[in-house]
C-alpha cells in the first residue's frame, strides 16, 4: 500500500494561536484517519539552545542554521512517514522554511539561498498548503501576549508589522490562506480547521473558486509591491475523457519549476471537484505526449496578491492587452470579495464557460 502523505504548514504572527491549533488539529485529524505528524518550530528550539541572530557571527549565519535544520527535520519527518503502514499522512510544520524571509532584508535572504544551494521557488512550494493565523496584534490586541513564549519578545505594533511581512514570504504559494481574527478565538480555530479540511478533500476534494474580468492592471504597480508575487505558468491540456478537464502545469519563475498534474470535475458555476498531483520533472515531461492537439499550450503571469487577508490570482495573458482574469478561493461560497482600488473589475465571469483556461487555449490558436 502506498501511503498518502501531505506537507503543511501552519504560520502566522507573534501570538496568532498556533499552540492551540496544533492540539486541536492532532484530535481533529486522527478521527479522520490520518497519522499526524508534527515538526516543531525551528526558531523556538534555536533560540532556547543559545543559538540566535545576536549570537552567531551574522544574522545570515543564523538565518542559514535554521532553514538548514528546518529543511533536514522534514526531511527526516518525510522518510519516517514513507516507512509507516498508514494510508493517509499529514505533516504539520510549525512554520516554514520561508517565515525567516521575513526577518531579513532582500540581500541577505539572496546571501542565505545561495548558500544553501536553494532557490525561494524550491524552498516554498515544497509544503502543499500554508495556513497563516494572523497575529492577535491586529484586531485582538487586548490577548496579545509574550508570556506563553520565552522566545517571543515582540511589542504588538512589532508582532503586526511581522504578520505582514510573513504573509508577503509567503505570497506566491499556489495555496496560501489567511485567517484572520474577524471571529472569536474558537471560531477562529474552527475556520482553521475547516479550510484545511476542504484543502484535504474531505469527505472530498471541493474548489470554490470565483472568476472576473478585469481591466488590464498597472504591471509596474503589481511588481512594485510587496504583498504581490509573480508567478510564470505554462498550462497544457491533456487528452481526457467527457466530463473532465486534464491538464499539466509548469509554475515558478526564472528557471525554477514545480510541476503538477490536475483533474477537475463540474459540480456547479462555483463548485467543482479538484485533483492535483505534484509531478517530477520527468513524469511531467513524459506526460506531455498525451497533449491535447485541439489545444495550444496557455502561457501566462500570474500575480498572486494578498489584500484585506484574501488571496487574488490575477492572470496576464499575452494575446490580450486590455483586459486580465482575477480569481479567488472561497471556504464558504457565500464569502464576501473585496478586491484594492488599483484593480478595475468589468463583470464577474465564474461561469462564463468562455472564460476558462480551455476554452482560452482554443482562442489562442485562433490567433
Known amino acids: 500500500m502506498q501511503n498518502k502523505i501531505i506537507k503543511i504548514v501552519i504560520t502566522g504572527g507573534p501570538c496568532g494561536g498556533k499552540s492551540t491549533a496544533m492540539s486541536r488539529m492532532q484530535t481533529y485529524f486522527t478521527e479522520l484517519g490520518y497519522r499526524v505528524l508534527f515538526v516543531s518550530e525551528t526558531a523556538t528550539e534555536l533560540i532556547k539552545g543559545g543559538v540566535a541572530p545576536w549570537t552567531c557571527g551574522s544574522n545570515v549565519d543564523y538565518q542559514t542554521c535554521q532553514i538548514k535544520l528546518q529543511r533536514l527535520k522534514e526531511e527526516i519527518f518525510e522518510l519516517a512517514a514513507r516507512s509507516m503502514n498508514d494510508e493517509k499522512i499529514l505533516i504539520v510544520c510549525d512554520r516554514g522554511a520561508v517565515d525567516n524571509k521575513a526577518y531579513m532584508s ?13 532557490n525561494e521557488v ?13 497575529t492577535a496584534a491586529k484586531g485582538a490586541a487586548e490577548f496579545y501576549t509574550t508570556s506563553n513564549n520565552p522566545a517571543r519578545t515582540e511589542t504588538p505594533e512589532q508582532a503586526a508589522h511581522i504578520d505582514d511581512k510573513i504573509i508577503s ?29 476542504t484543502f484535504l478533500g474531505e469527505p ?13 492592471p498597472d504591471i509596474d504597480l503589481l511588481r512594485s509591491l510587496d504583498n504581490c508575487q509573480r508567478i510564470e505558468i505554462i498550462q497544457t491540456y491533456l487528452n481526457s475523457a467527457d466530463g ?17 498534474k490536475t483533474i477537475k ?3 456547479s458555476g462555483l463548485k467543482c471537484v479538484e485533483i492535483e498531483e505534484r509531478l517530477s520533472k520527468d513524469e511531467y515531461l513524459s506526460m506531455l505526449m498525451n497533449a491535447d492537439t485541439t489545444k495550444r499550450q496557455i502561457r501566462k503571469d500570474r ?14 495573458y499575452p494575446f490580450w492587452k486590455d483586459k486580465a482574469i482575477a480569481e479567488i478561493e472561497l471556504s464558504n461560497e457565500n464569502d464576501e470579495v473585496i478586491f484594492p482600488d488599483y484593480i478595475k473589475v468589468i463583470k464577474e465571469v465564474t461561469e462564463d464557460l468562455s472564460y476558462k483556461n480551455s476554452a482560452l487555449a482554443k482562442l489562442v490558436e485562433d490567433k
Open 106 to 118: 532582500p540581500e541577505e535572504f539572496e546571501q542565505v539561498l545561495k548558500a544553501l544551494g536553494t
Open 122 to 134: 524550491e524552498l516554498r512550494d515544497t509544503y502543499d498548503a500554508v495556513f497563516h493565523l494572523v
Open 169 to 197: 514570504a509567503w505570497t506566491g504559494h499556489p495555496h496560501l490562506r489567511v485567517i484572520d481574527n474577524t471571529l472569536d478565538f474558537d471560531n477562529k480555530m474552527k475556520k482553521l480547521i475547516h479550510e484545511i479540511t
Open 204 to 216: 472530498e476534494p471541493y474548489e470554490i473558486e470565483r472568476k472576473y474580468l478585469i481591466e488590464y
Open 244 to 260: 473532465q478537464t486534464v491538464r499539466l502545469r509548469q509554475r515558478g519563475i526564472d528557471g525554477s519549476y514545480i510541476y503538477f
Open 265 to 267: 470535475y463540474l459540480i
Open 303 to 316: 500575480y498572486c496578491l494578498t489584500y484585506k487577508n484574501q488571496y487574488f490570482e490575477i492572470d496576464v
